[in-house]
């Protein structure tokens, strides 16, 4: 089975679309987040036949529940499927009340629709990796202009305006870290609209959870060099925390 087309842009267009439908609320708002909360109990979420244990990412990121899950979910590509989606509690509280204010930390997790029943073993996964790795280099840059069309698509049939977002050329951070069961790949996406501009920083991670292929994306809002680092962090720690949650 050759896993490789697995990893292609459909992971990386969900990691960007979500960002830049949020971008001009984010460009907005204040990076403050409440103070940490007691993290609730790791929850399973449903991929393909499979019930995968998905903690939380940081103690102030909770998983805000189906209802306004849904929500989210016309933000991610039809290729990909959003299986959970974490907030604090103050951008919880904004999305449940109408609030147009933007995440300035948040994470996804997702998979692709058409890999949900695929068994995904350790020399695929590996294919995955090389795949990924190719990805977040040339094929990065190349990929930016269709990010930029299907988001400006999305953005008018969601607000019906013809409001345009630009995505300047991605800074590419390399990789993260890489290991058996997870891998992960960084990138600084400049964004601009309506005369206002911002940078996310994304965490895009791609792991073998129970033989089958999870995505779990970490942003930030870019300040400064602990904007990378708090997203590389939480990234692999937030991995390793699911891997251990998922042991057979």
């Known amino acids: 089975m050759n896993v490789r087309r697995f990893c292609s842009v459909p992971c ?3 990691c960007l679309v979500f960002i830049l439908v949020l971008a001009l609320g984010t460009a907005l708002a204040q990076d403050k987040s409440p103070n940490p909360v007691r993290p609730v109990e790791p929850q399973s979420y449903r991929s ?23 929500l989210m979910e016309s933000m991610v590509p039809n290729t990909n499927r959003l299986l959970a989606a ?22 996804l997790v997702e998979n692709l629709r058409r890999a949900e029943f695929i068994d995904v073993d350790a020399e695929s996964f590996k294919q995955v990796s090389d795949g990924m790795a190719t990805q977040f280099g040339a094929a990065l840059n190349a990929s930016t202009k269709d990010l930029e069309e299907e988001l400006n698509r999305k953005l008018k049939a969601m607000r019906g305006t013809d409001t345009a977002m630009t995505l300047d050329k991605p800074i590419q951070l390399g990789a993260f870290f890489s290991k058996p069961n997870a891998c992960s ?16 920083v994304a ?3 791609v792991l073998r959870v129970q033989n089958r292929l ?3 994306y970490v942003y930030s809002v870019y300040k400064d060099e602990d904007s990378v680092q708090w997203v590389r ?12 949650a998922n042991q057979q």
């Open 12 to 14: 990386l267009s969900s």
């Open 214 to 216: 999870l995505y779990a």
């Open 86 to 107: 974490f907030l604090t509690a103050e951008d919880s509280a904004n999305l449940r009340s109408g609030v147009s204010k933007g995440f300035p930390r948040y994470a």
């Open 203 to 205: 965490g895009v991670t």
């Open 185 to 200: 790949f960084g990138v600084i996406q400049p964004i601009s609209a309506a005369g206002i501009s911002v940078k996310m």
């Open 233 to 244: 962090k939480t990234s692999q720690q937030w991995a390793d925390a699911i891997l251990n």
């Open 48 to 70: 393909g036949l499979k019930s995968i244990i998905i903690p939380s990412p940081t103690a102030d990121l909770s998983e805000i529940g189906p209802d306004y899950r849904v």
